[in-house]
Nanobody, 116 residues
Framework: QVQLVESGGGLVQPGGSLRLSCAAS????????MGWYRQAPGKQRDFVAH???????NYADSVKGRFTISRDNAKNTVYLHLNSLKPEDTAVYYC??????????WGKGTLVTVSS
């Protein structure tokens, strides 16, 4: 079993920055994909970014150039650096882990609110 715990959300003004963290514990193996999704009120959950265990990254077009995903394999932790935040970035941000077996795990989410 795998547990994912997100942290780092909060209230930030437009143009500000945040860093989200997702710590994974349990039956973690080095080969997996970790990523972030977000869900705004009344909308579906959308892909934000992901990173493979080898460090390959992929981003949604809406966050390219503003968000950066990184991971520390020794700590089983993935980070999402959010810069130049906009009100439309307001959402609950969820961490996702995909094991090589294809099994998927989700965290419970952390709320990011961008407002003046």
């Amino acid at each position: 079993q795998v547990q994912l715990v997100e942290s780092g959300g909060g209230l930030v003004q437009p143009g500000g920055s945040l860093r989200l963290s997702c710590a994974a514990s349990g039956s973690i193996f080095s080969s997996n994909v970790m990523g972030w999704y977000r869900q705004a009120p009344g909308k579906q959950r959308d892909f934000v970014a992901h990173i493979t265990s080898g460090g390959t990254t992929n981003y949604a077009d809406s966050v390219k150039g503003r968000f950066t995903i990184s991971r520390d394999n020794a700590k089983n932790t993935v980070y999402l650096h959010l810069n130049s935040l906009k009100p439309e970035d307001t959402a609950v941000y969820y961490c996702k882990l995909i094991k090589n077996s294809g099994i998927v795990y989700w965290g419970k989410g952390t709320l990011v609110t961008v407002s003046s």
